[in-house]
């Protein structure tokens, strides 16, 4: 069995195939192996010939010539053609493709290969405020964040994953001198149901009572010299949001735990030491009465040097020095060789000063590197950032609450399925459909959020495939009752809707490695929504359980079942279920 990226095979041919024709060493990227389109007759198509002949000074026809007398299609793929202007066309063999599927069908990752080199990823994402629920902002990155880490652990790195919590500052004053105020104890073991309200709450004495304030500013002072009482409350106030944001993630079956949580306050012991690095290094440098980096190449409209602030003029730090501090952390005491970190657009600028500080401070590029990994904004219908009609912030919970909800409805008709199954494929239809609608989206740009088409039963949907998942499984089950479920000893591709979508099976390890190559999840959905689509074409014109032959339709089967392990395995490496019945 071929285990891994048909197209880097292929692309190893044409490199072994160029060298004996020119004596010339090209990279199996530069082979250029992509999917033919379906109007040229093959399955796979190369392109090499043509920056080839402006190097050589040969019609680029007949370097694909040459190039071909010196080919090797193995046991593979047919004899090549040439196609336009020096294209050389690949097809697979049928008897190969055939085998292939049945070793797929044997094999646990589906073809998909490990990586060559293990690393260990620190992967930083989600990452909300404490003592403030998680609202539609936070959606992209828990979630995007949450398919990488899968893709990763999939591939066979180390990965750790890291949730940057924000648990200290200005802002817990005013919380913890609310707790005060409402006679709020750890030991009472009392719970504070809505987050937001008390935020809001304590925001609104904050700026009315000007008493209140005064007490809030002196709490801050207390927070930080290590005020016992200050801290318990400070403590229990971030157990409590830690103890939400569990739940949360668990009904999100997003693969964060408490365990993961390592927030801003575990670093405030090593600021100073940090700052004192950065100094003896002659990196940190007294501006204006504050310490700041200066990286070189980045500078304000006004073409100065662009600071990045380690220490502010009133001794206090920044969440740069957390940031650096961090990285210092995921690199030496953590030994990450990969830093991950799943964050918006808008922070783009602050990562890229921050990883040039890094490197100069030694922490980064010395076997370890860090790659910021941007997204875009969910938009409402005005193309706005996606708020509640009065313009407040929407609840995560809230937003999931509704998919799920919305869900129900959608299957309430399934009367086949008893209250609690339905009530189990509502929860996953509905996480599954929010989830899907962004990570089908290609993570660098905004998407506009609509219940509607994120719910549609046909489309580039999670319904979509899930109900072609549940499909395959109702036909297997029909076959096991009717006594047709005979092992397919080999696979015979008989007609073209079978070897189309037997090829499409053969091409997820491809989009697998794809997607984690490039940290790039909707890489892997469009080839789960077109192996739906090759799976729908099959059915349709490919008879299953009244084959022509016992063998033909063991052979439709084993398909069958290959394709839903390919759609369920690839939904699983996004966090979305895949429903045995809808």
């Not at 024709?21 to 192996?33: D, G, K, T």
């Not at 989009?511 to 490039?518: N, S, Y």
């Not at 892997?524 to 008879?543: G, Q």
Request: glycine share 6%; net charge negative.
């Amino acid at each position: 069995m071929l285990r891994g990226d048909l197209a880097d095979e292929l692309g190893r041919m044409i490199v072994a195939a160029v060298d004996a024709a020119f004596s010339l060493e090209i990279s199996v990227p530069e082979a250029v192996i992509r999917p033919a389109l379906p109007e040229r007759g093959a399955d796979y198509q190369s392109n090499v010939a043509m920056p080839l002949a402006k190097r050589l000074s040969l019609p680029s026809r007949e370097v694909a010539a040459r190039i071909l007398q010196h080919f090797d299609p193995g046991d593979i793929v047919e004899p090549p053609q040439i196609g336009g202007a020096g294209f050389i066309n690949l097809t697979l063999r049928r008897d190969w493709l055939e085998r292939q599927a049945l070793a797929l069908a044997r094999d646990e990752r589906l073809g998909a290969a490990t990586a060559d080199r293990r690393l260990r990823v620190v992967i930083d994402y989600s990452s909300p405020n404490a003592a403030k629920e998680m609202h539609a902002g936070h959606l992209r990155s828990t979630i995007i964040g949450d398919a990488i880490h899968r893709l990763l652990l999939f591939a066979g790195h180390e990965v750790i994953p890291e949730n940057h919590l924000g648990d200290w500052g200005t802002p817990f004053g005013m919380l913890i001198e609310k707790l005060v105020e409402d006679g709020w104890s750890k030991s009472a073991d009392r719970t504070i149901p809505d987050m937001n309200a008390f935020y809001r709450e304590a925001r609104a004495r904050f700026e009315s009572d000007p008493e209140f304030a005064e007490r809030a500013r002196r709490r801050v002072v207390a927070l930080q010299s290590g005020d016992p009482e200050t801290l318990e409350l400070w403590g229990a106030l971030v157990a409590e949001s830690v103890r939400q944001l569990d739940d949360l993630y668990r009904l999100l079956g997003v693969l964060l735990r408490p365990e993961d949580i390592c927030p801003e306050s575990f670093y405030n012991p090593v600021l100073p030491q940090i700052v004192e690095e950065l100094e003896a290094e002659g990196l940190a440098v007294p501006s204006e009465g504050a310490l700041c980096i200066f990286v070189p190449g980045f500078t304000t409209r006004e073409g100065d040097p662009l600071p990045l602030i380690v220490r502010k003029r009133d001794g206090g730090y920044t969440y740069v020095t957390t940031d650096l501090a961090a990285i210092r952390h995921r690199t030496r005491e953590l030994g990450g060789n990969y830093l991950v970190y799943v964050v918006g657009a808008p922070q783009r600028l602050h990562f890229e000063m921050l990883f040039a500080a890094a490197r100069m401070a030694g922490w980064l590029d010395q076997g370890a590197r860090a790659e910021h990994v941007s997204f875009g904004s969910v938009l409402g219908p005005d193309g706005r950032m996606l708020r509640t009609r009065a313009g407040a912030s929407i609840r995560l919970l809230d937003l999931v609450e509704e998919a799920i909800d919305r869900a129900a409805s959608v299957v309430a008709e399934r009367t086949e399925l008893g209250d609690e199954e339905r009530e189990r494929v509502a929860r996953a239809v509905g996480i599954g459909a929010l989830k899907y609608a962004d990570l089908s989206s290609d993570r660098e740009k905004d998407y506009v959020f609509s219940w509607e088409r994120m719910l549609a039963m046909d489309g580039n949907t999670a319904v979509y495939l899930q109900y072609a998942n549940a499909r395959i499984r109702s036909i297997l089950r029909k076959a096991e009752a009717a006594g047709k479920a005979a092992k397919a000893n080999a696979v015979i591709l008989s007609a073209p809707a079978e070897r189309a979508l037997t090829l499409k099976l053969a091409q997820f390890p491809a989009a697998v490695q794809m997607a984690t190559d490039h940290l790039q999840p909707h890489r892997l959905c469009t080839y789960l929504y077109e192996t739906a689509t090759a799976f729908s074409t099959f059915y349709e014109t490919c008879s299953v359980l009244n084959a022509e032959t016992p063998e033909l339709r063991a052979s439709r089967l084993l398909l069958c079942e290959l394709a839903s392990r390919t759609i369920t395995a690839g939904l699983n490496l996004l966090g979305i279920e895949a429903p045995e019945r809808l």
